[in-house]
Nanobody, 124 residues
Framework: QVQLVESGGGLVQAGGSLILSCAAS????????MGWFRQAPWKEREFVAA????????YYADSVKGRFTISRDNAKNKVYLQMNSLEPEDTAVYYC?????????????????WGQGTQVTVSS
């Protein structure tokens, strides 16, 4: 069983920055892609960013490209989401997820383990 625990959410003003972290249990962390999704009130959960198992490939939703950066530290079993130039529209619960495979994907059902989420609120 894999456990994912997110941290780093909070309240920030528009234009500000936050770094989200996700700590994963297990001994094969580097064999799987990791992703970040988000869900705003009354909306579907949507893809934000993904990173391959090695960290050599990343993929972003158009809405965050150029503002968010995903990274991972396989030695620490952690994945990060650096969020800059935050906008009120970024307000959501952010979820970390483990992919079924080593390559990046934006497809929600290709992720098999999910964290509990961390709230990000951006005020205008």
């Amino acid at each position: 069983q894999v456990q994912l625990v997110e941290s780093g959410g909070g309240l920030v003003q528009a234009g500000g920055s936050l770094i989200l972290s996700c700590a994963a249990s297990g001994r094969t962390f580097s064999k799987y892609a990791m992703g970040w999704f988000r869900q705003a009130p009354w909306k579907e959960r949507e893809f934000v960013a993904a990173i391959s198992g090695s960290g050599g490939s990343t993929y972003y939703a158009d809405s965050v490209k150029g503002r968010f950066t995903i990274s991972r530290d396989n030695a620490k079993n952690k994945v990060y989401l650096q969020m800059n130039s935050l906008e009120p529209e970024d307000t959501a619960v952010y979820y970390c997820a483990r992919g079924r495979y080593i390559v990046t994907t934006s497809t929600r059902n290709e992720y098999d383990y999910w964290g509990q989420g961390t709230q990000v609120t951006v005020s205008s």
